[in-house]
């Protein structure tokens, strides 16, 4: 199971979100996590779907150490997104919800 970290998706470029200046990142807890070259993570913004409900935008990937044209701007780890990108939690569990009801 991977871990869920928050992220400041405005740290968003192309395939790559930056993850922390620093050796650590929060968790959905609150609780520091140490991050390591190859961990399965999500990372999640709390965010509000047009109906006023918490939707947050997610993105799952593998941590890895920033690359050079971001460490220049403090950038000490970023997440390489999957191919499913970035999307919504409400994407999701719609694409749970088809799939349960046999579609």
């Not at 941590?63 to 997104?81: H, M, T």
């Not at 999957?82 to 994407?91: A, Q």
Request: charged share 30%; with cysteine.
């Amino acid at each position: 199971m991977s871990s869920r970290l928050r992220a400041d998706f405005n740290g968003l470029f192309g395939g790559l979100l930056c993850l922390s200046h620093g050796d650590t990142a929060l968790d959905e807890t609150g609780a520091l996590v140490e991050l390591r070259q190859g961990m399965l993570v999500t990372a999640y913004d709390e965010d509000i779907g047009d109906d006023g409900a918490r939707d947050d935008v997610l993105a799952t990937g593998v941590v890895e150490r920033s690359p050079a044209w971001l460490k220049c701007l403090g950038s000490k780890w970023v997440l390489r997104i999957d191919s499913r990108g970035v999307h919504r939690e409400s994407d999701v569990v719609a694409k749970r919800v088809g799939k349960a009801g046999g579609s």
